[in-house]
T-cell receptor, first 115, second 111 residues
Framework: EAGVTQFPSHSVIEKGQTVTLRCDPI?????LYWYRRVMGKEIKFLLH????????ESGMPNNRFLAERTGGTYSTLKVQPAELEDSGVYFC?????????????FGPGTRLTVL | QKEVEQNSGPLSVPEGAIASLNCTYS??????FFWYRQYSGKSPELIMS????GDKEDGRFTAQLNKASQYVSLLIRDSQPSDSATYLC???????????FGSGTKLNVKP
């Protein structure tokens, strides 16, 4: 079974540019999460999709970040315009459901560097 | 106050010893607790999950949970150099949507 995949693995952009990150969850997983790890800090929750609906986006830093999950399959996270403080590793995770017994499986992450 | 606290380490143990990793959390209503292992440049990989007070054993790994003390630990018996990684404690609270992560403890197992 394929795991969570993310593209690209690395992205280097200049301040003010736009970047779009993609996440493909494990097939059949309705729940998709985005997290971010800034250097030296802990992994922090950004938002949660259930199928195509945003269940919780309380962790999104500001309105420069836009996440979508059209059709309830893959998801994209767009940063526009990117700022220096957006640099970090963006992880995507998926789970079958939010019942207590099931966990989140993480993708390899996208390392974003904003210059 | 951070939701999840871990000692950043590094924690160094000799091969064959027991490694003890600790984690405390602030939300008393937290329901589920997870230990992830992360090798450098890789994604977090689930090691153990625990939901009830007490111990849970899986091979060389034992997770311990004490909800009264808001404390979770991971013991690794017969530590191997391949266990060298950063161990992340994650807590899922009353809101099942979110995991709160600690900053991770770096473990070095010396041959």
């Amino acid at each position: 079974e394929a795991g969570v995949t993310q593209f690209p693995s690395h992205s280097v952009i200049e301040k003010g540019q736009t970047v779009t990150l993609r996440c493909d969850p494990i097939s059949g997983h309705d729940n998709l999460y985005w997290y971010r790890r800034v250097m030296g800090k802990e992994i922090k929750f950004l938002l949660h999709f259930v199928k195509e609906s945003k269940q919780d986006e309380s962790g999104m830093p500001n309105n420069r970040f836009l996440a979508e999950r059209t059709g309830g399959t893959y998801s994209t996270l767009k940063v526009q315009p990117a700022e220096l403080e957006d640099s970090g590793v963006y992880f995507c995770a998926s789970s079958q459901d939010t019942a207590r017994g099931l966990t989140q499986y993480f993708g390899p992450g996208t390392r974003l560097t904003v210059l | 106050q951070k939701e999840v606290e871990q000692n950043s380490g590094p924690l160094s143990v000799p091969e064959g010893a027991i490694a003890s990793l600790n984690c405390t959390y602030s939300d008393r209503v937290s329901q589920s607790f997870f230990w992830y292992r992360q090798y450098s440049g890789k994604s977090p990989e689930l090691i153990m999950s625990i939901y009830s007070n007490g111990d849970k054993e899986d091979g060389r790994f034992t997770a311990q949970l004490n909800k009264a003390s808001q404390y979770v630990s991971l013991l690794i018996r017969d530590s191997q150099p391949s266990d060298s990684a950063t161990y992340l404690c994650a807590v899922r609270g009353y809101n099942f949507n979110k995991f709160y992560f600690g900053s991770g403890t770096k473990l070095n197992v010396k041959p």
